[in-house]
């Protein structure tokens, strides 16, 4: 394939179609390598055959390029986006959602660079070189990611300058050093739209269903083994900051979903509709005033230390002192919170008592044999507690990571024959117990616990302190908290989970805290600088917007506010550019500063240029009064006219001019 010289025309075609003008090869290189660097970080979830696809057809594009080969024919061409497009249906059964749209994207980006032979191809794929950089961010928005992407931007946008500007003699880096230029100056308008810009709750659009999955959390429901499998992850699940010190561990207890349903082996959450106020407690001491950043969950629920006296924004409480939001977090979300360590609650409704006693009425019989044998001894509801207790402390019970696995009755097998399990264990066969002693009780999940980052003096809460536990009700005290796994493992609960389990090969290295301090430094610092990213970037939503602004002074905004001040903001900035392009226009344009240079020698030799004057009709009134200078003066004022008024601006004749105004004597 031949590439058009800036002196060349492209002509048209037999068939009377408009001409197409080529790519020139430096713009294509440039184009081909910035859609491979986009579709980089999509290698971990795209199929193996569709990265070699990609990589395969751009390399032999490349090859086409190089060597001035011919294209493929289009019927080539349109057989093998046939075949991409119905190998994607096959691979992911449907041509929708995120990963097969993301799929297809890819595909049909690789199709175009087969055809692509003018200027207008070259727009489309940069286009789509946007599309899949956006894309990427579906899957992950931290630093690291969106730094490579932010890079991968700017080389899209030196292509796209090449592929206007192909002839304009652009040499290296060049291109890079302009869109650097460009981005920097709009650094002060994205910094406006950013703070400004009236913030909506959740997506300005539907985003596909599957746009969320593969991330882990807590669940509604608790079956033996789910919290433990859970604890072998160390990704974080939240951060939280305290106003004042972070309290003592027998205090984090992050309060989740709360179980009451029980089926013989699972236990579910069955929680009526939350209400829009706090439910009603008696709090007792000080309150703990904190902030929690969220990870995205896809879930409803969010989390607080026991017991919740506030509602965040857009947010409920079950009569189980659960939070639930109205809409899912698909975002990191920030919300603060008030606490009470130590309180008591309200009486006991009669359908409440009934769903806190409810059991099979078959099934375990030997731990419902052993709760006879308590009520024989007509023990009152602490007394229970206390001896269930006792059994966990005194019996060879073990706390691991990995338990063996348990039957129909699973709290019977684990009470008597296995008795090695995790927090989710213990908490179903204490519940069980009490239940069955007719003393209300249901199962609590959350984490607990957390670890402390001095670098930025927060909670890091990971998935590995998931964890269960229980609560009874007592007569003149309401729900109690009561985790059997401190009767069995104390450390877990003071220590984390890293000291309480000897399995610990199992743990991720984040957990182990014994092992190289000074990795876990560099973590703690990392950690430290992805969690302000959350909080400031990430989590500025319409709340910690309204927050920041009203902390600089603005008081309570709203839309109208916010759009008004973004409005005079930008308007403000534009005056300023404009002000300052009109003061410096010229002043740094070497094309203007030369001919600026041969106006004034000419003008003090008396041949002054008159305002209506063009370079043209100047040049020849110069050459007219002072013939031995009309061969110069007419070459200085074509050359000015080409570079101001013509189409491209060529540096050899920029340096061209200069030479000449330099050498140039009246």
Known sequence: MKYWSRKQKPKRDQSGAPPVEPLTLPALLWLQAALALAVAPHVWELPVWLTAVFYGIAAWRGFIALRARQLPPRGLVLIVAVLAGGAVFVDFRTLFGRDAGVALLVAMTACKLLETRGLRDGVVLVFLGYLLVMSNLLYSQEILLVAYLLAVVLLMLAAQVLIHRQHAGFKALAPLRLTGKMALQAIPVMLILFVLFPRIPGPLWGLPRDAYKGRTGLSEEMTPGTVSELSKSDDVAFRARFTGSIPPPDQLYWRGPVLWNFDGRRWSSGDKAPRTTPVPFTPEGEALEYTVILEPSNRIWLFALDLPAILPARSGMTPSFQLLRQEPVNEVYRYEMRSYPRYRTGDLEAAERNRGLWLPRSGNPRARELVAEWRARNLQPDAVVRAALALFREQAFYYTLNPPLLGSNSVDEFLFRTRQGFCEHYASAFVFLMR???????????????????????????????????????????????????????????????????????????????????????????????????????????????????????????????????????????????????????????????????????????????????????????AGSRPELAESVREIGRLYAVLRYGPVVSPTEVRMLQRLVREFRA
């Open 436 to 622: 069955s002693a007719g003393v209300p009780a249901r199962v609590v999940t959350g984490y607990q616990g957390g670890e402390r980052n001095t670098f930025g003096d927060y909670l890091i809460v990971r998935q590995s302190d998931a964890h269960a536990w229980a609560e009874v009700w007592l007569e003149e005290r309401g729900w109690v908290r009561v985790d059997p796994t401190a009767a069995v493992a104390p450390n877990r609960i003071q220590q984390g989970l890293y000291a309480a389990v000897a399995d610990t090969e199992d743990l991720p290295f984040l957990i182990r805290r014994g092992d190289s301090r000074w990795l876990r430094q560099l973590a703690m610092g990392w950690d430290s600088l992805n969690n302000s990213w959350n909080e400031w970037i990430l989590a500025y939503g319409p709340d910690r917007q309204k927050e920041f602004l009203s902390g600089l002074g603005f008081g309570p905004v709203d839309w109208a506010d916010m759009t008004v001040a973004m409005t005079v903001a930008l308007g403000g900035f534009s005056l300023v550019v404009a002000g300052l392009r009109w003061r410096d226009q010229g002043s740094r344009d070497p094309v203007t500063r030369a001919w600026r240079r041969f106006c004034a020698r000419l003008a003090r030799r008396g041949l002054t240029r008159g305002a209506h004057e063009g370079p043209l009709a100047f040049a020849e009134r110069v």
